[in-house]
């Protein structure tokens, strides 16, 4: 996870994954070395389900409710008690850009970072090569 703070003059964070593992059967989106979001095919599913019943309006509201809780989160020392929300958030913020770029299958997330900023516009995604 990279994230920039006030210092920086930029507040924003980076969920890296290596893409959806089919020997695994799941999906991990990490923040950093500390703390890693795993989706198994069960939750997967669930998840990539409930996002295709959103509008675009309603996704993109929940992107940034959830992308503005995890920076609050990040923000400060991230507790332990708070490390299953912070996967939470990150594991919505990285399904919503997934559909948003245009993946139809879960299984087809491809190893990729998306770079979340506050002020409202589509989170940027990155392919690997």
Known sequence: MRMGGPSSGRACFTLVSGGY???AGQLAVALGTGLVAELNDRDLDRSWAAAGG???????????????HLMGLLGEDLDPSDHAAAAIDAALVFLLAMKRYGVSDP????????RW?????????????
Request: aromatic residues 0%; charged residues 10%.
């Open 21 to 23: 593992r089919a020997s």
């Open 117 to 129: 900023t506050p002020t409202g516009s589509l989170p940027r995604i990155h392919l690997a090569s």
């Open 107 to 114: 299984r087809q997330i491809p190893a990729c970072a998306v």
């Open 54 to 68: 959103l509008s675009a309006q309603e996704a993109q509201a929940i992107n940034q409710s959830a992308g503005l």
